[in-house]
């Protein structure tokens, strides 16, 4: 008969069990970037990752989204299947598919087993070099996703990230303008266009390939390579020197009477006309709130007005490092762990066990390819919002006189003992290692990040960490308040 547990007594906490970032292999593949194969005994599923050179930077001004429209509709058929044999194609081999369109290009992921990795291999080579982009398929993608512009508009949450991403950048820049497009960049896009943008993108040269997963059914590294060589990037290679996308029949744009109403909307809005006024200029339609720019405590802040929200959406931040910072990007991880992306880190401690003001706000430092990001986000109740922004504030600018070795050892540990849960599966690690080969660090970034921090003392840690958080917080603060500001605005200068 089993004893019962006492549970008057807590648990004995041993020490942690020794880990380390899974190791890599970056073996050649002719007319690609490479493929990088990482072997994790244990996990019998395989994780595919094949990522294609496809910046959001260059694409046409005028038709923005266009990369998004591409990755959306790419499984839509091909020269061998329409949308629906194609998907029971996928289905049959048991294999799974996610394409995305990043910043930086184009990402299919596809999981499968080991036996099924041919076939895998053989539909993406399918998918990436014969699409044929059906101008049905196009139009309806393009009119959904200017329904999803209008829902973003009327979200909260989805604005105040726009917003900050426009005061922070700038419109100007593409870091500025969202990576998804505008109603009018979007509403001008037909499939002639997508098939054009894949034509001059999506090849296998510069691709890269990183298989991730149990590898050891698949013999000798150099035939998981010649695999890779043989299904996916041959076939795919040969596509490129065909024929490529099937061209489609004669098109019209479609979209243009919602971008029409979207630009009388936020025309409207810009030029301050109330809540009412606005909607009466889009027809009726749901629309963005009234939008000011102020200053709060020497900060410059966008108010969005929206009458009787219950809570305040904030997004506050700076510009901050990439993934090439001088000296490294390790000091970044314990810092925003220690301000707000944990849940014991200070923004919590204070603003929601202390004061109640909020249900949590999460702090990030977001290496982006060109300029980084320090992000604050998350909410306050309406009544609340005025001293829990000046709250904020406060606390922010406080961050060095708290960071002290005790703080910075337990921030860095943190860091360090979530690392085996954060990267426990190959979708994970194959992603991760994905996404670093697209901004040209690959995954030896997150190896030597972890490490250094391993190396580091505590009180070497509170050293780098105050230098990291002086490096960019001495810089220009920016803010994003969406709410009611009937309610807050008079306190806060709006």
Excluded: N
């Excluded at 089993?2 to 069990?17: E, I, L, Q």
């Excluded at 880990?19 to 072997?39: F, H, I, K, N, T």
């Excluded at 922004?389 to 360090?416: F, I, K, M, N, S």
């Amino acid at each position: 008969m089993s004893s019962t547990a006492d549970r008057t007594v807590a648990p004995p906490v041993g020490a942690p069990a020794a880990w380390e970032y899974p190791a890599s292999q970056l073996l050649p593949l002719a007319g690609a970037g490479g493929v990088r194969l990482v072997d994790l005994p244990g996990q019998p599923v395989l994780a595919l990752e094949i990522v294609v050179p496809m910046p959001w930077v260059e694409e046409p001004r005028e038709m923005e989204g266009l990369s998004v429209i591409l990755a959306a509709t790419l499984d839509e058929g091909t020269q061998e299947h329409d949308a629906e044999s194609l998907a029971r194609a996928f289905e049959r081999a048991g294999v799974g598919l996610e394409l995305s369109s990043t910043e930086l290009g184009l990402m299919v992921g596809l999981e499968c087993t080991p036996s099924h990795l041919d076939d895998a291999l053989g539909l993406a080579a399918e998918l990436l070099g014969r699409p044929t982009f059906p101008t049905e398929a196009v139009q309806r993608e393009v009119r959904g996703r200017l329904f999803d512009i209008a829902q973003e508009r009327a979200t909260p949450s989805v604005r105040a990230m726009r917003e900050f991403a426009t005061l922070l950048h700038g419109e100007d820049t593409r870091e500025g303008r969202p990576g998804a497009g505008s109603a009018q960049t979007v509403s001008a896009i037909t499939a002639a266009d997508v098939r054009a943008h894949h034509a001059r993108w999506v090849r296998p040269d510069g691709a890269g390939v990183v298989l991730a997963g149990d590898l050891s059914g698949l013999g000798a590294p150099g035939e998981a390579v010649a695999r890779v060589q043989q299904h996916l990037i041959d076939p795919w290679a040969a596509a490129v020197a065909g024929e490529g996308a099937a061209a489609g029949p004669e098109e019209t744009v479609v979209g243009a009477e919602a971008a029409e109403r979207s630009g009388a909307v936020g025309a409207a809005v810009e030029a301050g006309a109330g809540e009412a006024e606005a909607a009466q200029a889009g027809g009726g339609a749901v629309c963005e709130g009234v939008r000011r720019r102020i200053e709060v405590d020497g900060v410059e802040t966008v108010v969005v007005h929206r009458s009787g929200a219950a809570q305040t959406e904030v997004r506050l931040g700076w510009l901050g490092p990439t993934r090439r910072e001088p000296g490294g990007f390790h000091p970044y991880a314990p810092l925003a762990v220690h301000v707000g992306a944990s849940p014991t880190s200070l923004l919590d401690e204070v603003l929601r066990e202390e004061k109640g003001w909020t249900y949590g706000m999460r702090a990030a430092f977001r290496p982006r390819h060109r300029v980084g990001e320090f992000l604050v986000a998350g909410s306050f109740t309406t009544a609340d919002t005025a001293p829990a922004v000046r709250e904020l504030l406060r606390l922010l600018r406080g961050v060095p006189d708290g960071l002290d070795a005790r703080a910075a050892a337990a921030a860095r540990d943190y860091t360090l003992l979530t690392a085996p849960m954060r990267y426990a599966t190959a979708e994970t690690l194959a992603h991760e290692a994905a996404v670093l080969t697209l901004d040209g660090v690959g995954p030896e970034f997150s190896a030597r990040t972890l490490g250094s921090l391993g190396e580091t003392s505590a009180a070497e840690m509170a050293d780098q960490m105050r230098a990291a958080w002086q490096r960019w917080a001495g810089g220009r603060w920016v803010m994003v308040l969406v709410g009611d500001a009937d309610v807050w605005g008079e306190a806060l200068g709006a």
